[in-house]
């Protein structure tokens, strides 16, 4: 390896700068033709605490309405009536019994799919003009954050929900063209399933609005304004609840006066301006046009859907269903996997406010998690439910999963991430650190030391193998739990460390020690229990957390985990794709990219954009063509699967994890570890990696060029030597070869930058190149 002291001169001829994050380019709008007929192939626009769905047909431009809190919080009636014996010690009690009938009707039943506790959609607005229009298309701009829809004749409707209200939200419309012939609001008819009275109408010339009673006292109005201006016409909407005053009609009139008031342009100042400071937080560049789009569409969504002082993104984020019934599922917030890999990417592209969202959820909620731990499971320390609403009460289901303890181990695991993402010592003190230790006190004070010494808890699973069935407890401790319990103890080892609590430090690392090792069979794969393989094709990747995400499994861990890994993998390819959803898919391709395996990982990744992605760019959990990539066709949509595909080309483009977790060591920057052969050229610009570092790279001819570190905090950095042997130009003398890695102490604020000669040629393909999944399908439904 040559090295040497680059000047101004050398980067000057090798033609790079540095350039700052830009602004998605307006070929990456998702663009839909008109009609659009369902409201989830919607144009999906909001600002975290309001959302709106933009659609319609030949007769009127169509927005759903929704509200981040808009909640019914009663308890189930199922659930008022096993009330007194909806614990642990019955659950328990059940299962040794084999009683699963009554199992279910406590624990399965009260999970009332048209029943509380229920997300709650908020309505609709209808546009119809006086002169017919037809629609011919919609447009997202990206940009802008807004919502277009055209008409024939050049005529237009531009939508915003303004991104710096969130504390109170309104959506403006724009609409060029001919007179309002009506503008009419429908209450959603689903609240009829929860037993609400109808919606209460009114309005005026330049008004509409409804006024909906919900229970507890609860009610909510939306409001519609307008008014006329030169050949456009402005309206404004907006939701209300009885949380924000006593009289949420007034409050919503309040706030379409001032939006009608201040008008379209206006707003659009402000607005335009916040989301030009998200996108400057990184951008990426692809060769695949389908892959990027659904990059920067996914991205969007942390904007739209995301943001402190609202909630954060249940299953469907703030765009609920507009077809008569309930939100999918409840619309509620599923911690076996759902909330986690939903708020997984967001830290590699440096939206953190948009993180932070979910784990400012999650620690007010602590004193709940504490209650339910004791009332539940009749410990100390805090359990988070694996299904629940947003004030955090358990939702029931299958009790297998949603009442698991570990899930509460994988939702504190975000809070490590956060911390050794961004390297912020206070939040490490005054939340990360707290938090974990109340999930780790609760399962350490669960497990009990079985015949062989070691320490397993009452009852086991693995998510969601054998449905909610007998079988489906495992021999604790499962593989699921064991990566789970390991996870958390380890980091809580290592923050134990960093905040100084070192009588603390022992205990954690002999949880860890003690819940025993993973179980594998003869062949070194990894099992569901000591004595069960995955006996088929299955959606959830559950025996294979300690490899991803936790890993504790590495490519770096030595021969037995290189060959458990190994033969894993082997496994999950021979049993199939058939009983997987979307976000099985992304899953897998982040997983993959993770162990190096980057032509699986783009193939992985390319299926889902293609196969399970409605035309807004929602993932559809069943396989949307007939190209049998899943048994599941189904359509319901959530959002993990879209934040997993993000964090896919994250692991692609950089990663920067430790080989030992819970050491608190140094982590390794590896500049594009799993790009596959066909991205030939590709670049990221400030993407974040472990410790708050800010990386710059560029690749060309399947070859890194160019690459830029910037140090969040002072500290050793160690990189990664993957660059092929090539003449390296360093900005500075004191980069270090320690053998597989170069390393240089970093002041914070100071940048390590390096150029590297471009290949002349693109090299051969390798025998396992992925083909395009596109010249592979047939048509699609």
């Excluded at 708020?343 to 339910?372: I, Q």
Aim: net charge negative; hydrophobic share 40%; glycine share 8%.
């Amino acid at each position: 390896m040559c090295f040497r002291f680059s000047a101004v001169l050398v980067l000057l001829a090798l033609g790079f700068s540095v350039a700052a994050a830009t602004l998605p380019p307006v070929s990456l709008n998702p663009k839909l033709p008109a009609p659009i007929k369902t409201w989830d192939e919607a144009i999906p626009l909001g600002n975290g605490a309001m959302g709106v769905l933009l659609w319609g047909d030949q007769t009127a431009l169509k927005l759903s309405l929704d509200r981040g809190d808009l909640w019914d919080e009663r308890p189930s009636k199922a659930f008022q009536a096993v009330r007194s014996r909806f614990n642990y010690a019955t659950m328990r009690r059940l299962v040794a019994e084999n009683k699963m009938e009554e199992f279910n009707s406590i624990f399965d039943s009260n999970y009332d799919y048209n029943g509380p506790p229920t997300k709650l959609p908020a309505g609709r607005m209808e546009i119809v003009l006086d002169t017919p229009q037809p629609l011919t298309g919609f447009e997202l701009n990206l940009a802008s954050a807004e919502g277009i829809a055209h008409y024939k004749g050049g005529n237009f409707a531009r939508v915003l929900v303004g991104a710096s209200d969130v504390t109170n939200p309104v959506a403006l419309i724009d609409v060029s063209g001919p007179e309002l012939k009506e503008v009419r609001l429908q209450a959603p008819e689903s609240v009829k399933l929860l037993g609400y009275p109808p919606a209460v109408k009114g309005g005026s010339n330049d008004f509409c609005w409804f006024e909906q009673t919900g229970a507890d006292g609860f009610s909510y109005a939306v409001c519609a304004g307008w008014k006329r201006d030169f050949r456009a016409a402005l309206l404004a909407v907006t939701v209300a609840t009885s949380r924000e005053g006593t009289n949420p009609l007034a409050i919503a009139r309040a706030r379409v006066e001032s939006a009608l008031a201040e008008g379209y342009e206006k707003k659009l100042g402000p607005h335009t301006e916040w989301w030009r400071e998200f996108w400057e937080h990184s951008s990426v560049t692809l060769p695949e046009q389908h892959i990027l789009q659904q990059y920067y569409t996914t991205r969007y969504f942390y904007g739209a859907a995301s943001r402190r002082g609202a909630p954060p993104m249940p299953l469907q984020g703030v765009w609920s269903a507009d077809a008569g019934t309930l939100p999918p599922w409840k619309g509620d917030y599923h911690n076996d996997l759902n909330t986690q890999m939903t708020y997984l990417a967001y830290r590699t592209s440096g939206d953190f406010d948009e993180g932070a969202c979910f784990l400012d959820l999650l620690w007010n909620l602590l004193p709940t998690f504490r209650k339910f731990a004791l009332d539940f499971y009749g410990v100390p320390g805090a359990a988070v439910p694996g299904v629940m609403s947003l004030a955090g009460q358990p939702l029931g289901g299958w009790g297998q999963y949603s009442l698991s303890p570990t899930m509460g181990a994988w939702t504190a695991h975000l809070f490590y991430l956060h911390w050794r993402h961004t390297g912020d010592d206070t939040f490490l003190r005054e939340r990360a650190y707290p938090f974990c230790r109340e999930i780790g006190t609760c399962l350490r004070d669960l497990l009990q030391v079985n015949t062989n010494g070691l320490l397993t808890l009452p009852l086991s699973s693995s998510p969601e193998v054998f449905d909610n069935s007998r079988g489906a407890f495992l021999k604790p401790n499962s593989n699921f739990d064991l990566a789970c319990m390991k996870m958390l103890f380890v980091s809580l080892a290592e923050m134990a460390e960093v905040v100084g609590d070192t009588n603390a430090i022992a205990g954690w690392i002999s949880a860890s020690a003690s819940v025993g090792a993973f179980h594998t069979g003869v062949d070194s794969m990894l099992l569901l229990d000591e004595a069960t393989p995955l006996p088929s094709s299955h959606r959830h990747l559950s025996n294979l957390m300690g490899i991803y995400p936790f890993n504790l499994i590495t490519i770096e861990g030595g021969r037995e985990d290189r060959d458990i890994i190994r033969a894993s993998i082997a496994d999950w390819d021979r049993k199939g794709t058939s009983a997987w959803c979307g976000y099985s898919f992304t899953w897998m391709s982040c997983l993959r990219a993770r162990i190096g395996d980057a032509e699986a990982a783009v193939r992985y990744l390319d299926i889902f954009t293609r196969a399970f992605i409605l035309p807004n760019g929602f993932h559809a959990n069943g396989d949307q063509t007939t190209n049998g990539w899943s048994t599941f066709t189904y359509r319901p949509f959530t959002l993990e699967g879209n934040f997993l595909a993000m964090e896919a080309v994250h692991e692609m483009l950089l990663q920067s994890w430790s080989a030992h977790p819970g050491t608190n060591e140094i982590p390794t920057i590896r500049l594009f570890p799993a790009v596959p052969w066909r991205w030939h050229d590709v670049a990221f610009e400030n993407l974040r990696a472990e410790n708050g570092y800010r990386v710059s790279a560029r690749r060309e001819n399947n070859a890194t060029t160019w690459f830029r570190i910037e140090a969040a905090k002072t500290g050793r950095l160690k990189i990664r030597d993957n660059l092929g042997h090539r003449s390296i130009n360093w900005n500075r003398k004191d980069v270090e070869d320690s053998g597989n890695n170069f390393e240089v102490v970093l002041k914070a604020g100071e940048a390590v930058e390096a150029f590297i000669s471009k290949p002349e040629q693109i090299p051969d393909a390798p025998p396992n190149a992925a083909q395009p999944i596109g010249v592979l399908m047939r048509s699609t439904k």
